[in-house]
């Protein structure tokens, strides 16, 4: 009976305190000191040109904690630190034993690009939020916002992303496609497309319709060889084609 309660306590008190002492004794070597951070970007969608920089400059950033212990690294301080950036939609840490430290981040995406006056680009966001301007080089490859009047107007910019948003990633008329939009008081959202130059007139209703309209009308004019300048979609059941030899 004496050996089993022998046992029982070297089993229970003795193991886990030999097991402590073991890591307390590592701890204070530096075994779990910092010394490997790895950022990983999640569901970038092609904008990893335009990530790389805003992920250095974060890497420079959490890298002050390397040497830190993982057991005494402050993870609600760093989470705090990365939210911080206007980039990021969301982020998660994970302690990798016995000395790294992942950092997931979903980046928000860029919808469309706002054209500066000093020729610089603001990327724009779901929400209609300005991100820091970056340069041709560095921007991503979406469509431009063109005209003052969404400069300020952030409503504007985030109804021009819901525009957007609701026209097929792919297809003869699609995301892909469009090189720059444009908004008229009177007239709703102009889409203009990349390889020729075609104007889509779109409105501000019914958008995901009337970009199928589109996209069949332009597969007839291919068929056809004809060559436009408008597409006015903005209309109840008809697409309205102005020919390039029209006056």
Excluded: C
């Excluded at 008190?13 to 970007?41: A, E, H, K, W």
């Amino acid at each position: 009976m004496k050996k089993l309660i022998l046992s029982l306590i070297f089993g229970v008190v003795v193991i886990p305190l030999s097991v402590v002492g073991v890591i307390y004794s590592l701890n204070q070597s530096g075994f779990f000191n910092l010394d490997n951070i790895q950022i990983v970007v999640e569901n970038s969608d092609g904008q990893s040109h335009f990530l790389k920089p805003l992920v250095s400059e974060l890497d420079h950033e959490i890298d002050q904690a390397r040497g830190i212990s993982l057991w005494k690294l402050d993870l609600k301080k760093i989470e705090t630190q990365v939210n911080a950036h206007s980039w990021v939609e969301q982020v998660s840490l994970t302690r990798r034993w016995p000395s790294q430290l992942q950092v997931s981040v979903v980046p928000r995406e860029v919808k469309l690009l706002f054209v500066n006056a000093d020729g610089s680009l603001s990327p724009i966001v779901e929400d209609g939020n300005f991100l820091p301007s970056v340069s041709a080089k560095e921007a991503p490859d979406v469509a431009l916002l063109e005209g003052d009047v969404f400069k300020k107007d952030s409503s504007l910019r985030k109804k021009a992303v819901g525009v957007m948003n609701e026209i097929p990633k792919d297809g003869r008329f699609s995301r892909k496609t469009i090189s720059e939009m444009n908004f008229d008081s009177k007239e709703g959202f102009w889409a203009t497309l990349i390889q020729s130059g075609i104007r889509v007139k779109l409105g501000e209703e019914n958008i995901p319709t009337k970009a199928a309209r589109v996209g069949q009308v332009l597969e007839y004019m291919e068929t056809r060889d004809l060559q436009a300048r408008v597409i006015d979609a903005d209309l109840s059941k008809k697409v309205l084609v102005r020919l390039r030899k029209d006056p």
